[in-house]
């Protein structure tokens, strides 16, 4: 059996309570890959060595680093998770690639660029190096269930796909993924979208609008519509998918709602289906990811994590915010804008956030 060598670029501080500064997302790694025989754990890198060797001690883990490339130049790892903020990742993706790593799993979102999403997907691919993203989510139960409601025609022919969610790019990076999960990874055609961004929202880094609304096709002819922030109530679950015999709703807002639900049109009542206690976040979906990247590699297949269904939705989120910008529709693919339009509309103070009280 080849044992894979597995090391961690990012390991963060385990905190006591997680938020948008810090989650320690690579100590939520590391119980996916110990469920697995042929994984050792054996490196891990941070530039703050305080959290390097507090993730070492916490998981047993024999070697640390403060500069990522002297650990692959050492360790000779066939597997890296990346676990940094969203604009490492394009930079320290490719330094794994380069290094010789052949599997890497990073977390989401892709990057902070258009320009650098697609650069770190096309080096990896040019280097024959599987390249993932945590999008997690695919593995719980409610999500897989939609999905095999939806492919077995519960809801008749898809139609439409909706989510709320407090924003496009960080959170939102999970709604589209699964929007183009339950639409067969069909890529889409045009978006058109508006943002409100008053108060400062800086999420790992990163610009997020306080408040979208967003509208896109995909080339089979399926719409999807998405409310963020305040208005992300109006769309009253996580998820809703609607088809031309029925409604199928995941994570419904309000007290005591199932995970899942299903309304065939004629039905006087929705449906629960039973989810086994799984929500929209778990538990065990990074450990399942894990599981699926790694199989991935043993069986020289290919994870549904992979970066070509990440640029999808990446696509997507990236041409919410230039059709904001360009106040038109953006017709894809996105090849005129290759940088970040809100973090620009920010510099150039086209949009003046007020720093967060
Ligand atoms: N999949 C999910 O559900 C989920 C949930 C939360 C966060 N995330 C994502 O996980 C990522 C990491 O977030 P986090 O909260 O775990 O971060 P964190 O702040 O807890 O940890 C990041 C670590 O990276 C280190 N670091 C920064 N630059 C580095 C470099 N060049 N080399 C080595 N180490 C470096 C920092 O010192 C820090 O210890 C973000 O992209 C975030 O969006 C995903």
Redesign the pocket.
Known sequence: MTVFRVGF?????KPEKPGPM?????HRHVPGYRALDDCELVAC????EE?AKAFAAAHDIPRVYTD?REMLAKEDLDIVSI????D?HAQ?VIDCAVAGVQAIHC???MADTWAASRLMAQECQRRGVRLTF?H?RRFGLPFRKAKALIDEGAIGELQRIEFGAGDLY?YGSHNFDMANYFNNEVTAEWVIAQIDYRTENLI?GVHNENQAFALWQYRNGVYGMAATGPGARMVGAHHRVIGTEGIIELGPTGPGMPALRIRRYGDSQWENIDCHGETMHGPNYIERAIADVVAALRNGTTSELCAENALNATEIIFACWESARRRARIDLPLLENLGNPLAEMVANQDLKPLPKA
């Open positions: 670029i990012g390991t963060g501080l810090g989650y320690g997302m690579a890198a941070d530039i703050v959290h990522h676990c940094t903020w969203p490492q320290l977390e989401k979102p945590n997690q960080d790992f």
